[in-house]
């Protein structure tokens, strides 16, 4: 696969931008684990190789499981998945999939115990920002392999 586009070079005011929403985003109220979960069921979703390629190895650089990697797309079905987890990852779905059920109520209802109006909004901003990077990484076929994940101090 041949990349189609370079972001930092071809727009970089856009993609400076982006990357500091992305900053921003490490510093709010959703812990690092779930952000990455998150991000990574959200490229699932997209079939964005680079992302899960990027989230896969930094979940596994914190900590994470394999077990809970390789059954992430099938985290109804598991029981390794906290509460607060599983609402995070059926918010990430329905705001994902946006155009399919336009994030129901009842999905709403159910996620909003585990989150307060704060998490809330920066888990939704989380999800908004993986999903303009996978867009941007599909479009501009950016070559996955590459990432290296920040080593742990």
């Known amino acids: 696969m041949k990349a189609r586009l370079r972001y930092p070079s071809d727009a970089p005011g856009v993609y400076k931008a982006m990357q500091?929403?992305?900053?921003?985003?490490?510093?709010?109220?959703?812990e690092e684990p779930l952000m990455h979960l998150v991000k990574l069921r959200a490229s699932q979703?997209?079939?964005?190789?680079?992302?899960?390629?990027?989230?896969?190895?930094d979940l596994r650089a914190i900590g994470?499981?394999?077990?809970?990697l390789y059954s992430l797309d099938a985290w109804r079905?598991?029981?390794?998945?906290?509460?607060?987890?599983?609402?995070?990852?059926?918010?990430?779905?329905a705001v994902t999939l946006v155009s399919k059920?336009?994030?129901?109520?009842?999905?709403?209802?159910?996620v909003h115990p585990h989150f307060s109006d704060t998490e809330l909004a920066d888990?939704?901003?989380?999800?908004?920002?993986?999903?303009?990077?996978?867009?941007?990484?599909?479009?501009?076929?950016?070559?996955?392999?590459?990432?290296?994940?920040?080593?742990?101090v």
């Not at 500091?20 to 959703?30: C, G, K, V, Y």
């Open 45 to 57: 979703i997209n079939g964005c190789a680079f992302c899960l390629d990027m989230h896969w190895k």
């Open 64 to 68: 994470e499981t394999e077990q809970r």
């Open 77 to 93: 079905e598991c029981p390794w998945y906290s509460d607060r987890e599983r609402a995070a990852l059926a918010w990430t779905e």
């Open 123 to 152: 888990l939704t901003f989380v999800i908004a920002t993986i999903n303009a990077w996978n867009r941007l990484s599909i479009a501009g076929r950016v070559v996955p392999g590459g990432y290296k994940a920040k080593p742990r």
């Open 101 to 110: 059920d336009q994030v129901p109520d009842a999905v709403y209802e159910a």
């Open 20 to 30: 500091t929403l992305e900053d921003h985003m490490h510093t709010a109220s959703i």
